[in-house]
């Protein structure tokens, strides 16, 4: 590790981040929060939430996991950073990264000195206001979009081992109205907003919300100079809606209500293979959002996220040369990679090796025509792989792979083949292991 940032935040402890203080993101559906994105949602109960609506982030649970951070434990919740840390020291994981950002280093000091029980207010926020969304995306949940409800009551579980990642939510869902999760955040933001650095409205699909346009408004008769407003959009919406939203963000920029606007957008693969993984997208249409969006703001970030799955391997080169040609086009765009883990079936880790060789052309790709942080990023989930992995772990989830992509298909009148013809040799691989496993074949 080069940069000395990084050395303060392990003189802390070896296991401490900052993003475990000061960024949360609110499912206010149903009451969840998990600090940072990566770990597993956790409920916020409403007991705590009775006397104090800054529970919606500081809840019991998340106190003890500072405090293992600050004894130098590790939280299990944590295991996407600790991978990556523990496949090659020289890989930076989301910890360091989160923790020297501008909105977390500079109260490094604040909070290594509180108590572990104490509350704070965040200054990185994402909050989902509902889940109502037009897409289904074949890694997402019911909680996260209304499409995957409407798809688990007509089809029910899938047919794999542990069904819980596209199962009905466990949780009460709230929904729009009379929600005292959402009546917390309204109560708990005048006070909050004041501090917060960053607010990012994600969903669902955050311009099918009307939270999001309440949001602008309260924004725009309450300037807060010194917040960068995100918003997260799948891009498969109507122009004229997209429109009305940026006409009226627009209007806060220029007025200087807030100190810049970022814009985040998702797509893991290109052409009928992104399609197949979030199936409601029409890669030709959100391709021409993504241009027009950059045309809209072109003095803003704009990230374009990919979640890089199993499904994202055979064509990621062809959605870096498309990234690349409008780079050179737009400087204001920022390619952003992570990787999948859940569900198990579609993470990378069950690679063989000819896709893991497709990987390696495809960071060299990136490497002779990326810039070194969007480039570390991918390279660090090659290293990952790279690393010893358990052969019956990957036995076990290409089994289920199998299984997914048979029962996805009867769902959306698909056939995967005929879209991934390039993965014909791994999806034999999954077969064998299904019927060596003794499941469905």
């Not at 401490?16 to 009451?31: E, I, M, S």
């Not at 109205?177 to 607010?199: C, G, R, T």
């Not at 027009?292 to 970030?301: A, G, I, M, V």
């Not at 790709?365 to 990023?377: D, L």
Request: hydrophobic share 30%; net charge positive; aromatic share 14%.
């Amino acid at each position: 590790m080069e940069n000395s940032k990084y050395k303060v935040i392990d003189q802390v402890s070896p296991s401490f981040c900052l993003a475990k203080w000061l960024q949360v993101t609110l499912n206010l559906y149903n009451g969840t929060n998990h600090s940072c994105h990566h770990p597993k949602r956790h409920k916020t109960p409403l007991s705590e939430l009775e006397n104090n609506a800054s529970s919606l982030h500081n809840t019991n649970f998340k106190k003890q996991q500072r405090k293992l951070m600050l004894e130098g434990q590790r939280p299990s919740e944590c295991s996407y950073c600790w991978n990556i840390e523990d496949s090659n020291e020289s890989n930076i994981s989301d910890r360091y990264i989160k923790s020297t950002d501008p909105w977390a280093y500079p109260h490094l000091k604040q909070v290594k000195n509180l108590k572990w029980d104490e509350n704070i207010d965040p200054t990185y926020v994402e909050v989902m206001f509902d889940n109502h969304c037009n897409f289904s995306c074949s890694y997402c949940l019911s909680d996260v979009s209304s499409s995957i409800s409407r798809e688990i009551k007509k089809f029910g579980p899938l047919n794999v081992r542990d069904p819980s990642h596209r199962m009905p939510s466990k949780e009460v869902n709230y929904g729009r109205d009379n929600n005292p999760y959402i009546d917390a955040f309204w109560n708990w933001f005048p006070k909050l907003s004041e501090s917060l650095e960053v607010l990012r409205i994600t969903g669902g699909e955050p311009f099918l919300t009307s939270n999001t346009l309440k949001v602008v408004e309260y924004l725009k008769q309450n300037p807060r100079p010194n917040l960068t407003l995100a918003i997260n959009s799948n891009l498969g919406i109507s122009r004229e809606i997209i429109t009305k939203h940026f006409d009226k963000i627009k209007t806060l920029i220029e007025k200087n209500s807030i100190k810049d606007f970022d814009f985040f957008t998702s797509i893991d693969s290109i052409g009928k293979q992104a399609e197949y993984i979030r199936q409601g997208l029409d890669s030709n249409q959100y391709f021409e959002n993504l241009k027009y969006t950059l045309e809209t703001f072109p003095n803003q970030r704009v990230i374009l996220m990919c979640t890089f799955n199993i499904l994202s391997i055979a064509n990621f080169q062809n959605l870096l040369i498309e990234v690349k040609n409008l780079k050179e086009n737009y400087s204001n765009l920022i390619l952003d990679i992570s990787y999948l883990r859940d569900p198990y079936y579609l993470s990378v880790y069950s690679a063989d090796d000819e896709l893991i060789n497709t990987m390696k052309n495809s960071l060299k790709f990136m490497e002779e025509n990326f810039n070194k942080y969007e480039t570390q990023k991918f390279k660090r989930i090659v290293y990952w792989l790279l690393s010893p992995r358990d052969n019956s772990k990957i036995n076990y989830y290409r089994s289920d792979f199998y299984n997914f992509v048979n029962d996805f298909d009867k769902r959306y009148g698909k056939n995967f083949l005929d879209i991934f013809p390039e993965m014909y040799l791994f999806y034999k691989k999954c077969r064998k292991a299904a019927a060596f496993m003794q499941l469905p074949v």
